[in-house]
């Protein structure tokens, strides 16, 4: 079974450009997560999905980033523009959640994003 | 507030000794735990969760947990360790909050096993 896929692997811009990330997950999956990790750190939720809807993007910094997840299966995580803080690891992780969340999470190897 | 704690940065130990890796928890109701390693440049694995039930987790790699309420804590054990554990594992807590639920992920504990 295939894991979960992330692109690219590996991203330099320079600051106040745009950035795009992408994400498929496990098939069947109905809940998608987007983390941040920043060196040293824990995974920080930026975003989670149910399906296709966004059902906790609080701490999504809605002024530069964006995400979406058409269809509920594939999802894109957006910066613009990027500053020089938004240099971390992006990760996207999948599960078959249930309303309790007790499942486990999936990770994609992840996006190394370094802002210039 | 704080809801998972990892107290230690970094773990040594030697080859074949057993091996502990700490995480306390601080969360209203029953909690739901789970460990997670990473290896370099790669996403986090799964290792094991507790839920309910026995408080004595089995999961894999031939990790275990142990859910201790009184003392809120969930520490990660290992009988005999190898070279190849060497890793950066989180502790992560579910913690509901407006009607929904977040995962809080620890800070993360670096294991060294030196042969």
């Known amino acids: 079974e295939a894991g979960v896929v992330q692109s690219p692997r590996y991203k330099i811009i320079e600051k106040k450009q745009p950035v795009a990330f992408w994400c498929n997950p496990i098939s069947g999956h109905n809940t998608l997560y987007w983390y941040l990790q920043n060196l040293g750190q824990g995974p920080e939720l930026l975003i989670r999905y149910e399906n296709e809807e966004a059902v906790d993007d609080s701490q999504l910094p809605k002024d530069r980033f964006s995400a979406e997840r058409l269809k509920g299966v594939d999802s894109t995580l957006k910066i613009q523009p990027a500053e020089l803080g938004d240099s971390a690891v992006y990760l996207c992780?999948?599960?078959?959640?249930?309303?309790?969340?007790?499942?486990?999470?999936?990770f994609g190897p992840g996006t190394r994003l370094t802002v210039l | 507030a704080q809801s998972v704690a990892q107290p230690e940065d970094q773990v040594n130990v030697a080859e074949g000794n057993p091996l502990t890796v700490k995480c306390t928890y601080s969360?209203?109701?029953?909690?739901?735990l789970f460990w997670y390693v990473q290896y370099p440049n790669r996403g986090l694995q799964f290792l094991l969760k507790?839920?309910?039930?026995?408080?004595l987790v089995k999961g894999s790699y031939g990790f275990e947990a142990e859910f201790n309420k009184s003392q809120t804590s969930f520490h990660l054990k290992k009988p005999s360790a190898l070279v190849s554990d060497s890793a950066l594992y989180f502790c992560?807590?579910?913690?509901?909050?407006?009607?929904?639920?977040?995962?809080?992920f620890g800070t993360g504990t670096r294991l060294k096993v030196l042969a």
């Open positions: 992780a999948s599960s078959l959640e249930n309303v309790a969340g007790e499942a486990e999470q999936f």
């Open positions: 992560a807590v579910r913690r509901l909050t407006s009607g929904t639920y977040k995962y809080i």
């Open positions: 507790y839920i309910t039930g026995d408080n």
């Open positions: 969360v209203s109701g029953n909690p739901y």
